[in-house]
């Protein structure tokens, strides 16, 4: 399957035409791949064989989706105002969210803590697909750092790249965006079982957050200084 994946994506990228001079979109690279990638899936959803689901979920992210750019979209902030992906000058961690899906209790603390420690390199951002009454209230549980968004699919008439990011990938999932809104990687949220401590949750959230930052910082300071080598992280 890891080669099928491989082959579908240098396949869209040669009839399509692009080479490393043009841009290659996370919508176009998701459109090439995601009707074999969902039919492998579902298979592998079906038969219980979650590993199996997993390897699939990381493949289409490692070799079809990771060096594309998210496409510009627009939802809206609390205040009910347009804003589109492009406002964001610095790098992006853009975690997707819905009021029914509950955090695991060490989550949103976590994301709380990195945004506080973080603001100046990196901008927090979560988009709930909801109501803006309910995001709203949920928002009060977020650091004034995080900036959480909201897009209401019965109202939406945005950039289809909003149902796809949505209705491809599912839900929470985390994109790492550098400040170009390149795609450095796309994961999804961790889960752990119920029952264990706070802290531990809060730990295992923090480290898992954290990762995807160091990540992003990284890839940042390479950009701006591409001579410079691999640079050190705080």
Not at 63 to 77: A, E, I, M, T
Not at 149 to 166: A, F, P
């Amino acid at each position: 399957m890891r080669k099928f994946l491989i082959a579908a994506c240098l396949i869209f990228l040669s009839i399509s035409g692009f080479s490393q001079e043009k841009t290659l979109y996370f919508s176009q690279a998701i459109s090439a791949n995601i009707e074999k990638y969902e039919q492998k899936a579902n298979k592998a959803y079906r038969q219980n064989n979650v590993e199996r689901a997993n390897f699939l979920f990381d493949s289409l992210i490692d070799h079809c989706l990771k060096g594309s750019y998210l496409d510009n979209f627009r939802v809206h902030n609390l205040k009910k105002k347009d804003t589109f992906l492009e406002d964001f000058e610095k790098p992006v961690f853009l975690r997707t969210y819905a009021s029914w899906l509950v955090p695991t209790e060490g989550e949103v603390p976590a994301l709380n803590e990195l945004a506080k420690e973080y603001n100046n390199e990196i901008q927090i951002v979560v988009l709930f697909w909801d109501k803006h009454e309910t995001t709203k209230e949920l928002a009060k549980k977020y650091h004034k750092n995080i900036t959480v968004l909201y897009v209401d699919e019965l109202q939406n008439d945005s950039s289809g790249v909003i149902r796809t990011m949505k209705h491809s990938l599912g839900f929470p999932t985390t994109f790492l965006l550098n400040r170009n809104k390149k795609i450095v990687d796309i994961r999804r949220s961790l889960s752990h079982p119920y029952g264990i401590g706070k802290e531990q949750s809060f730990k295992l959230n923090y480290d898992s957050i954290a990762d995807g930052i160091s990540l992003l910082l990284l890839n940042d300071s390479n950009q701006l200084n591409p001579n410079e080598g691999f640079a050190k992280l705080p």
